[in-house]
């Protein structure tokens, strides 16, 4: 996946891609984060695919959704 060479580019370790439950794709990103593989095309469409961009992602995912239905967002 060219987004996830971008990322290891950009000097952010990302691990091998798993699989949820429900058939999301899933990819641990730095030791902190897991993003969906929808989350990182977003964030290559839009220009933001660095450690930035992935911060604020997971910000704002995490100021919408209640603590406890966090889904593939760590």
Do not use: C, W, Y
């Amino acid at each position: 996946m060219r987004a996830v060479h971008l990322l290891r580019q950009h000097g952010m370790a990302v691990g091998f891609p798993m699989q949820t439950a429900d058939g999301e794709i899933i990819f641990p990103v730095d030791k902190n984060f897991t993003l969906t593989a929808e989350q990182i095309l977003e964030l290559l469409e839009r220009g933001e695919l660095d450690a930035e961009g992935v911060r604020r992602s997971v910000e704002a995912q995490a100021s919408v959704t209640p603590i406890g239905q966090l889904k593939g967002v760590h």
